[in-house]
């Protein structure tokens, strides 16, 4: 990540933006690092979506009562609309990412500039998101994660 994304925007507000990576990690592998510490935001209410998170989470349940129990859960989360001027953002930045080479996720990028534009530090797993912050202004949390026993 540059320098200029690890110090973007004003204090931490306390919420993290959680990536469909962490939540992915969350069910799949429950004693994980991710999945404990997850649980511990979850207990504090630290636990921001936006649109294209709660979409790829909950439109991948297995069953229809997993469904029906993971709108409830992200129902409960904070919900960060996404911004005014997102499309706008978006090509400018997709349009750089673009002339250095990189085709970025629509999904990525909107999930990128929604941490931007509320200033919360956004979790993930995923790595194209390094690429992101190369060009997007934008914190990552690093939490430091004991190894799962």
Excluded at 35 to 49: F, I, R
Excluded at 81 to 105: I, K, N
Aim: with cysteine; proline share 7%; net charge negative.
């Amino acid at each position: 990540m540059s320098a200029r994304a690890a110090n973007a925007g004003p204090p931490d507000t306390g919420l993290v933006l959680v990536d469909t990576s962490v939540w992915v990690q969350f069910f799949r592998l429950p004693a994980s690092p991710e999945a404990g510490l997850l649980d511990e935001l979850l207990a504090t209410v630290s636990v921001a979506t936006c649109a294209p998170i709660r979409a790829e989470v909950v439109s991948g349940a297995p069953t229809s009562r997993d469904f029906r129990q993971l709108r409830d859960l992200f129902g409960a989360l904070v919900d960060l609309a996404l911004p005014a001027d997102l499309w706008d953002r978006l090509e400018t930045y997709r349009f750089a990412l673009a002339r250095r080479g990189d085709q970025t996720s629509l999904v990525d990028l909107m999930i990128a500039l929604t941490a931007q534009a509320y200033r919360v530090a956004l979790w993930t797993l995923d790595a194209d998101f390094t690429r992101i912050s190369s060009v997007v202004p934008f914190r990552v949390y690093r939490p430091h994660l004991a190894a799962a026993p």
